[in-house]
């Protein structure tokens, strides 16, 4: 869906998504650098499990949540992309550990 | 910890009003829930390229300018942090790096900002339909832009800056889709004689639509009933036109319909609003200095009723030395003093404000959904029928609707279901949308984890910040 305008190289981190490595930019929110990585969906929903992905980038929306580091219910549009962080797609709603 | 002043959010208002504040020597906290400073306006990226800044122009560089010196300022920013809650005693309930802190203030200035009004078509929650708003973000932090055609569909001057800046940056258009009724025009052009006290913006808006029409950007004008096509993804937008119907294939469809203010936290905390029947959104009761009816809280900028990013800095100023007088670290008379310039700009912009507010005036069909089947509320899924049904057997106002239909009581807290459902509730019932009770948000603001809650320091957290809190935390966890 998007591609890089950018003329000048930048460094980059690996990030895992769904499992796979994915080589980002440095700086990228995770929406942005799951979108440039041509992953328009980044959860269902709770409801009917229809696919969703970002829609409004700045917080408002909900619709880019994913699971980060263990962590479902996470903005992917608020939170900068960091060398090894393990991003899942969400399914529905959360996943919460019960307390053992 | 304390400050004398804490400033929500760091776009042009929270920014200028720090600076003010450090100029008279306040102590001041900013707290921006995003990672880097500017807001949405003036985003910046963690590494900044020639190429985009040159696309985004020279507003976007006067922003990396006031962003300098912001930073050089001395104010305690904090980036990455949200606002959960904000006690009547002005504290300050955040979240930063998945744990709680709080702060206590003696004034606090809410710079919130604005939020694209919401564009209920059908399919617009399929993945590939985004915001023009949501696309600029993009452009600006990530240089990242449409790979194929892309569709901008709605209403706004936000729609022709972002075509220019994709102009200038080589990214094919495939088409504008221009939902603007034609008699805007008439109902703008009375103001057309106030707004030339401010030149600029009317040739900056000129300017953009010649440069439109010099690349060739097809422009579908007074088009209506927007559709965007698609099974899983967003695939085609469809739309009425000229008594028949266009479909132009888009795997990305950008939608606008202008901005309205980010009211949640100014609407959390009881502040006296009022409908504004111009703008069509409600907007906090301010008195002359930016103060809110909650005592000790102001509002700057475009969370205060929209009025653009150069207002927003102007106003930044403004209710910053409003707040600084109250502080008692200077008095009235320096206060007037030091405002009038600012006051005399503001006035400048006010002209160009009420022309471009009835220009882009939504259509009540882009706020309204005619289609039953439309999706109003994108975190429960309720439809426009859903709620056009509640309204029918009683709801008269959002809470009711909510207890009804669900609606407004997913994540996003009714941020982007509020204004559809009111309108809708107000079309059904025959009543003014002011008389339709908005939501009444409650803290958390954001969704918080017990974990997070747990590592407050504090030992004397009030029971009922945190009683409330794990009650919406729970309900949370539910969806």
Same mark, same amino acid.
């Given at each position: 869906?998007?591609?890089?305008?950018?003329?000048?190289?930048?460094?980059? +981190?690996?990030?895992? #998504?769904?499992?796979?490595?994915?080589? #980002?930019?440095?700086?990228? $929110? #995770?929406?942005?650098?799951?979108?440039?990585?041509?992953?328009? +969906?980044?959860?269902?929903?709770?409801?009917?499990?229809?696919?969703?992905?970002?829609?409004? =980038?700045?917080?408002?929306?909900?619709?880019?949540?994913?699971?980060?580091?263990?962590?479902?219910?996470?903005?992917?549009? =608020?939170?900068?992309?960091?060398?090894? =962080?393990? +991003?899942? $797609?969400?399914?529905?709603?959360?996943?919460?550990?019960?307390?053992? | 910890?304390?400050?004398?002043?804490?400033?929500?959010?760091?776009?042009?208002?929270?920014?200028?009003?720090?600076?003010?504040?450090?100029? !008279?020597?306040?102590?001041?906290?900013?707290? %921006?829930?995003?990672?880097?400073?500017?807001?949405?306006?003036? /985003?910046?990226?963690?590494? &900044?390229?020639?190429?985009?800044?040159?696309?985004?122009?020279?507003?976007?560089?006067?922003?990396?300018?006031?962003?300098?010196?912001?930073?050089?300022?001395?104010?305690?920013?904090?980036?990455?942090?949200?606002?959960?809650?904000?006690?009547?005693?002005?504290?300050?309930?955040?979240?930063?790096?998945?744990?709680?802190?709080?702060?206590?203030?003696?004034?606090?200035?809410?710079?919130?900002?604005?939020?694209?009004?919401?564009?209920?078509?059908?399919?617009?929650?399929?993945?590939? *339909?985004?915001?023009?708003?949501?696309?600029?973000?993009?452009?600006?932090?990530?240089?990242?832009?449409?790979?194929?055609?892309?569709? @901008?569909?709605?209403?706004?001057?936000?729609?022709?800056?972002?075509?220019?800046?994709?102009?200038?940056?080589?990214?094919?258009? /495939?088409?504008?889709?221009?939902?603007?009724?034609?008699?805007?025009?008439?109902?703008?052009?009375?103001?057309?004689?106030?707004?030339?006290?401010?030149?600029?913006?009317?040739?900056?808006?000129?300017?953009?639509?010649?440069? @439109?029409?010099?690349?060739?950007?097809?422009?579908?004008?007074?088009?209506?009933?927007?559709?965007?096509?698609?099974?899983?993804?967003?695939?085609?937008?469809?739309?009425?036109?000229?008594?028949?119907?266009?479909?132009?294939?888009?795997? !990305?469809?950008?939608?606008?319909?202008?901005?309205?203010?980010?009211?949640?936290?100014?609407?959390?905390?009881?502040?006296?609003?009022?409908?504004?029947?111009?703008? !069509?959104?409600? /907007?906090?009761?301010?008195?002359?200095?930016?103060?809110?009816?909650?005592?000790?809280?102001?509002?700057?900028? %475009?969370?205060?009723?929209?009025?653009?990013?150069? *207002?927003?800095?102007?106003?930044?100023?403004?209710?910053?030395?409003?707040?600084?007088?109250?502080?008692?670290?200077?008095?009235?008379?320096?206060?007037?003093?030091?405002?009038?310039?600012?006051?005399?700009?503001?006035?400048?912009?006010?002209?160009?404000?009420?022309?471009?507010?009835?220009?882009?005036?939504?259509?009540?069909?882009?706020?309204?959904?005619?289609?039953? *089947?439309?999706?109003?509320?994108?975190?429960?899924?309720?439809?426009?029928?859903?709620? /056009?049904?509640?309204?029918?057997?009683?709801?008269?106002?959002?809470?009711?609707?909510?207890?009804?239909?669900?609606?407004?009581?997913?994540?996003?807290?009714? &941020?982007?279901?509020?204004?559809?459902?009111?309108?809708?509730?107000?079309?059904?019932?025959?009543?003014?949308?002011?008389?339709?009770?908005?939501? &009444?948000?409650?803290?958390?603001?954001?969704?918080?984890?017990?974990?997070? !809650?747990?590592?407050?320091?504090?030992?004397?957290?009030?029971?009922?910040?945190?009683?409330?809190?794990?009650?919406?935390?729970?309900?949370?966890?539910?969806?």
């Amino acid at each position: 869906m998007f591609r890089r305008l950018l003329t000048e190289a930048a460094a980059t +981190v690996t990030i895992s #998504v769904d499992g796979a490595p994915v080589a #980002v930019r440095r700086g990228d $929110s #995770v929406a942005a650098a799951l979108l440039l990585a041509g992953r328009a +969906v980044g959860r269902t929903t709770p409801v009917t499990g229809a696919a969703r992905g970002p829609y409004c =980038m700045m917080g408002v929306c909900f619709d880019c949540l994913v699971e980060i580091d263990g962590v479902g219910n996470r903005q992917a549009c =608020m939170i900068e992309v960091e060398q090894g =962080m393990q +991003v899942l $797609s969400q399914r529905g709603a959360r996943r919460i550990d019960p307390l053992s | 910890m304390s400050v004398d002043l804490a400033i929500v959010g760091a776009g042009p208002a929270g920014m200028a009003a720090a600076l003010e504040a450090r100029r !008279l020597g306040v102590s001041v906290a900013v707290i %921006d829930e995003q990672p880097r400073p500017g807001g949405q306006i003036y /985003r910046r990226p963690g590494r &900044r390229d020639q190429r985009i800044e040159k696309a985004l122009g020279p507003e976007y560089a006067h922003g990396m300018a006031l962003i300098d010196r912001f930073l050089a300022s001395g104010a305690d920013y904090r980036p990455g942090t949200t606002l959960w809650d904000l006690s009547g005693e002005r504290r300050l309930s955040l979240l930063a790096g998945g744990a709680a802190h709080e702060i206590e203030a003696r004034q606090v200035i809410l710079a919130t900002g604005a939020m694209e009004r919401p564009v209920p078509v059908p399919g617009w929650t399929l993945p590939g *339909a985004m915001t023009v708003g949501a696309a600029q973000i993009l452009l600006k932090t990530a240089g990242a832009g449409p790979a194929a055609p892309v569709v @901008l569909a709605g209403s706004g001057p936000l729609l022709y800056l972002l075509a220019c800046q994709y102009v200038a940056a080589g990214v094919a258009i /495939r088409a504008l889709v221009e939902t603007t009724p034609r008699a805007n025009r008439s109902a703008a052009a009375p103001h057309l004689g106030a707004a030339l006290a401010e030149r600029t913006l009317l040739t900056k808006g000129l300017s953009m639509l010649w440069r @439109l029409r010099r690349a060739g950007v097809r422009r579908y004008r007074g088009a209506s009933d927007l559709r965007v096509e698609g099974c899983q993804r967003c695939e085609a937008l469809s739309f009425a036109i000229g008594g028949r119907r266009e479909r132009l294939e888009a795997s !990305l469809v950008l939608l606008h319909e202008g901005v309205i203010p980010n009211t949640h936290v100014s609407m959390a905390i009881g502040a006296g609003h009022d409908w504004d029947p111009v703008q !069509l959104c409600w /907007r906090p009761r301010l008195d002359a200095w930016g103060a809110a009816t909650v005592d000790g809280v102001a509002v700057a900028g %475009d969370g205060g009723g929209i009025r653009g990013a150069v *207002a927003a800095e102007h106003l930044g100023r403004l209710v910053s030395l409003g707040a600084i007088e109250r502080l008692g670290a200077i008095d009235a008379p320096r206060r007037d003093r030091e405002s009038r310039e600012t006051r005399a700009a503001l006035s400048r912009l006010e002209g160009a404000r009420r022309f471009l507010d009835r220009l882009y005036e939504p259509a009540a069909a882009q706020r309204v959904p005619a289609d039953d *089947a439309t999706l109003v509320c994108r975190c429960e899924e309720v439809s426009a029928g859903e709620i /056009r049904r509640a309204a029918r057997i009683g709801a008269i106002g959002l809470t009711q609707a909510k207890a009804y239909t669900r609606c407004g009581m997913g994540p996003c807290q009714g &941020r982007l279901c509020g204004p559809t459902v009111a309108a809708l509730i107000a079309a059904e019932r025959n009543m003014a949308e002011a008389d339709v009770p908005p939501y &009444r948000p409650r803290a958390p603001y954001k969704p918080v984890t017990l974990g997070a !809650l747990a590592s407050l320091a504090r030992a004397d957290i009030s029971l009922h910040t945190a009683v409330s809190g794990t009650q919406r935390v729970a309900s949370l966890d539910n969806i």
